[in-house]
Every structure is written in structure tokens, then in C-alpha cells.
Nanobody
Framework: QVQLVESGGGLAQAGGSLKLSCAASGRTLGTYAVGWFRQTPGKEREFVTA????????GYADSVKGRFTISRDNAKNTVYLQMNSLKPEDTAVYYCGARYLGDYCSTAGCYGSWGQGTQVTVSS
């Protein structure tokens, strides 16, 4: 089982940027598809973006297309989420999930391993 740790969250102003990291231990993250999801109190975990284990396929939620970019550095066993042009509605806890040898998937149930989450707060 791969263990995941998210970092990079914090407070940003609207229009600003943050870069989240999803670091893996225990297994090679390069054999996992990785998805980023976000959640606000009382709501379901929402798909943000994901990347296939080969890194050749990505998917984005319509709400973040053109603003967020997912990438992976297998040498560092890390997947990144670059978030630009942040909006107050991006405020949430962001989680990364891993899916062994899978294509990217926009459903939380596809992912068998999750990190503890990192809080992102965007002020207007």
C-alpha cells in the first residue's frame, strides 16, 4: 500500500497561486494513477484533476480547466497540482488519491489510497 502526504496548502488571495504536492512512500508512485479531489464541509469529495500512471493522460473538472495543472515527477515520487488564478470557491481541503496501474479516473471510489489532505483558503 502506498502512503500519501499532501503539502503546500495555505492562504492565498483571489487571483493568486499555490502549488500542492502529493508525496508517496512505501511504493513507487510511478505505477499509480493519481487524482486530486477537494472537499468542503457537508459536501461530497469533488474531482479536480487526475493523471494516468504513465503520465500520458490527464483529466480536469470544468471548474478548474485552464487554471490548474497536474504533473508528476517520478524521480521524486511526487505529483503536483499547480493552481493559478485562484478563486474563493476553490477554498477546500485538497486530497490526493492513488490508483495502482490505472488510467485517470474522476470518481473517488477508483482510488484505494488517500492522503490526509491539505487546507487551501482563498480570500476575496
Amino acid at each position: 500500500q502506498v502512503q500519501l502526504v499532501e503539502s503546500g496548502g495555505g492562504l492565498a488571495q483571489a487571483g493568486g497561486s499555490l502549488k500542492l504536492s502529493c508525496a508517496a512512500s512505501g511504493r513507487t508512485l510511478g505505477t499509480y494513477a493519481v487524482g486530486w479531489f477537494r472537499q468542503t464541509p457537508g459536501k461530497e469529495r469533488e474531482f479536480v484533476t487526475a493523471i494516468s500512471w504513465r503520465g500520458d493522460r490527464t483529466g480536469y473538472a470544468d471548474s478548474v480547466k485552464g487554471r490548474f495543472t497536474i504533473s508528476r515527477d517520478n524521480a521524486k515520487n511526487t505529483v503536483y497540482l499547480q493552481m493559478n488564478s485562484l478563486k474563493p470557491e476553490d477554498t477546500a481541503v485538497y486530497y490526493c488519491g492513488a490508483r495502482y496501474l490505472g488510467d485517470y479516473c474522476s470518481t473517488a471510489g477508483c482510488y484505494g489510497s488517500w492522503g490526509q489532505g491539505t487546507q487551501v483558503t482563498v480570500s476575496s
